[in-house]
């Protein structure tokens, strides 16, 4: 009886563990959403540290209802890596962009038109 108890407790703590990761996941997802939002490149630098700030918001908002132990900040941050590399990955297309830009001025007096090319 003892070990079905047990066995019933595991399930309900793993239920409560991937409801946490759920939330964790969407709520980076979001944070990352806004970043990318920008249609320009982002440094290395500079992605790196939205990707921590948004790592700590997420830990914040998971310690206002779970106490957070080391081993779950690492299992956290375990979980939100394969989403960091695929958001540095879509970051990192926007930079191999080929496509020109072209601006043009339609004057009054005087009309010009300019061509980037990379």
Do not use: W
């Amino acid at each position: 009886m003892d070990d079905n108890k047990d066995s019933i407790v595991d399930g309900m703590h793993n239920a409560r563990e991937n409801v946490h990761m759920e939330f964790v996941s969407v709520m980076y997802n979001e944070k990352m959403e806004q970043v990318l939002a920008n249609p320009r490149y982002i440094p290395e630098e500079e992605f790196q540290d939205h990707h921590e700030a948004a790592v700590q918001d997420c830990l914040q908002a998971l310690s206002k209802f779970k106490l957070t132990t080391e081993k779950q900040i690492s299992r956290v941050k375990e979980h939100i890596k394969s989403m960091y590399e695929e958001y540095k990955e879509i970051n990192a297309r926007k930079q191999m962009s080929n496509a020109p830009a072209i601006g043009i001025d339609l004057g009054s007096t005087h009309c010009c038109v300019a061509v980037y090319r990379n």
